[in-house]
């Protein structure tokens, strides 16, 4: 969920603990070979982390990816998040000496150069990292903002090593609350967009020479802040991933709307469950202290309708399932200082920076469609942006087979999200297409 997720959905940063591996020799050459990226011979990029406990993620620029798991001398890989075998199997022996064997085609390490930081924002020390490219000359860089995970960033952003391994600078950092950063987690997106200027600052002190363009990269919750922060210090570029140009509630009646009606149901029904999403934000807002009598009512009212199971929205599900008295009682965990109302349009219509937003058509989180119309009038209003919706991509720009029960398994990263973020980082003219994504460009472009 782009903006209030249940902590029981945070990846562990104990996945860098190797000891559930089948062997310890392949717990010794996990710890040795990822966090890392790798270039095989016909310049292809394969990026290796740490994923679940006792297993491996691989990932590739062109969007393919795979779950690694031990298997004797080898690690079978598993197609996306399927769990089933995709035929590729990698092979760790060499790690040591900056080698891997993917798919039978030896890969050598990339030799990034990685420094770690901490900086100062509102009197809280913020940890993170900077990651150049090989070589001496000037690149861009890239600031790396997060969603709403409370995950270390700099454990989990595999972007810090895409990037560069493709020419791009990128600082990722732990925002407050997550990590090794300190403070409380918050939502307020004029604080998290402060954080994200001061990372901006740390990173140019540290790039020095090498820095060229800098510029903000924010995804889902992030394209809320990215905008708020480019506003307020000097910035080249922008790229909003899966984000929205709609408030927090907008996006949670979206969501039921797009949800239901991928289940087939119709207008009034929608309405219905829409009601009850309303009923649902009321206490939100509240701080889960108001609307809990009103949201009780509206449950009475449709429970025993066919159609209430599906109801789910951005947040709404939440607290749909909970007794009055646990929203009293334990509700207060998900008070997050979140501005529901928050209207992004003013910011983006004030943001001169040339802008990159990125959607996925078949996203039930933050569903696109009002998001991608909105952005259009602004784009043919003469705004800098450059629209990209990739009609098969979901929340996190991936593609998914469905089970029949509806149930989504991402398998890929859509073909050509990942090179379209990397043209457009490096402020050169955009290829004609990438991907199946629908461009919409900035006018006279």
């Not at 029949?404 to 490096?426: H, Q, V």
Request: charged share 20%.
């Amino acid at each position: 969920m782009p903006n209030l997720p249940i902590r029981a959905l945070r990846l562990l940063a104990a996945a860098f603990a190797f000891g559930a591996m089948t062997s310890p020799a392949a717990a010794t050459d996990a710890k040795d070979c990822a966090p890392a990226a790798y270039r095989l011979p016909d310049g292809g990029v394969i990026d290796l982390a740490p994923s679940d406990p006792g297993t491996l993620r691989w990932r590739g620029l062109d969007g393919a990816t795979g779950k690694l798991v031990a298997a004797g001398g080898d690690w079978i890989s598993q197609f996306g998040w399927t769990g089933r075998p995709d035929g590729i199997h990698v092979r760790l022996d060499d790690c040591a000496a900056g080698r891997i064997t993917f798919d039978g085609k030896i890969a050598r390490r990339i030799a990034l150069d990685v420094q770690d930081t901490a900086f100062t924002s509102h009197d809280t020390r913020l940890v993170g990292r900077l990651v150049l490219p090989p070589g001496k000359g000037p690149v861009p860089v890239v600031i790396l903002l997060h969603g709403a995970e409370f995950d270390s960033a700099r454990d989990t952003n595999s972007l810090q090593r895409l990037l560069p391994a493709a020419g791009i600078g990128a600082f990722v950092y732990d925002k407050r609350g997550t990590g090794a950063s300190g403070d409380a987690y918050t939502q307020d997106y004029s604080l998290l967009a402060d954080d994200a200027a001061a990372a901006l600052a740390e990173a140019r002190r540290l790039a020095g020479t090498r820095g060229g363009r800098f510029g903000f990269q924010g995804p889902s919750q992030g394209g809320w802040v990215a905008p708020l922060a480019a506003t307020r210090t000097d910035i080249d570029f922008v790229i909003i991933s899966f984000g929205l140009a709609v408030s927090v509630v907008d996006e949670d009646r979206e969501a039921i709307a797009f949800q239901m009606g991928l289940k087939g149901y119709g207008p009034q029904v929608i309405a219905k469950a829409q009601e009850i999403g309303d009923a649902a934000t009321r206490v939100f807002e509240s701080g889960m202290t108001d609307g809990i009598a009103e949201l009780d009512a509206v449950r009475a009212r449709y429970r025993g309708e066919p159609w209430y199971k599906d109801v789910y929205g951005n947040y709404t599900h939440i607290i749909l399932g909970m007794s009055a008295e646990d929203i009293r009682t334990k509700g207060a965990q998900f008070r997050f200082h979140t501005p529901f109302r928050y209207d992004p349009m003013p910011t983006l219509r004030a943001v001169t920076a040339p802008q990159l937003w990125a959607l996925g058509g078949m996203d039930i989180d933050a569903p696109s469609a009002e998001t991608a119309r909105r952005l259009k009038t602004l784009i043919a209003a003469g705004q800098p942006i450059t629209l990209a919706l990739f009609p098969k991509a979901e929340h996190g720009m991936t593609e998914f087979e469905e089970a029949p029960d509806g149930t989504r398994l991402s398998t890929r990263y859509t073909p050509g999200y990942f090179r379209l973020l990397i043209d457009f980082a490096k402020g050169g003219a955009l290829a004609g297409h990438y991907g199946d994504a629908v461009m919409t460009r900035p006018t006279g472009d």
